[in-house]
């Protein structure tokens, strides 16, 4: 059973950075694609990054461009244990939400999905809050 656990989340003030992290456990398989995204409430849940399995191919929410950075640590010696990364800068009160971190398999090192409902495992979020 495929998990995904994340963690970095808290409260900052305007300007700071976190960085959050998501730990997968019970793949088989190193070709995931990951996305984070966040909710808040009220609110449709919106795609912030996402990373190709290979890690060479990325998206960003234009609302994130040049603050936030996705990455995924490729190196570790089991592969389908990957940690996948989401360093967030410049922190602004309108980025406060739950975050949430997606895998889904894929054939292809280059596909980046940005649709949620391409997401086949989903983390249980963690709380990023931004006070002014």
């Known amino acids: 059973q495929v998990q995904l656990v994340e963690s970095g989340g808290g409260l900052v003030q305007a300007g700071d950075s976190l960085r959050l992290s998501c730990a997968a456990s019970?793949?088989?398989?190193?070709?995931?694609?990951e996305g984070w995204f966040r909710q808040t409430p009220g609110k449709e849940r919106e795609i912030v990054a996402a990373?190709?399995?290979?890690?060479?191919?990325?998206?960003?929410?234009?609302?994130v461009k040049g603050r936030f950075t996705i990455s995924r640590d490729n190196a570790s010696t089991d592969n389908a244990k990957n940690t996948v990364y989401l360093q967030m800068n410049s922190l602004k009160p309108e980025d406060t939400a739950v975050y949430f971190c997606?895998?889904?398999?894929?054939?292809?090192?280059?596909?980046?999905?940005?649709?949620?409902?391409?997401?086949?495992?989903w983390g249980q979020g963690t709380q990023v809050t931004v006070s002014s």
């Open positions: 997606a895998g889904t398999f894929s054939r292809y090192p280059w596909a980046v999905p940005v649709d949620g409902e391409k997401y086949d495992y």
């Open positions: 990373i190709s399995w290979s890690g060479t191919k990325f998206y960003y929410a234009d609302f």
């Open positions: 019970g793949r088989t398989d190193s070709r995931y694609a």
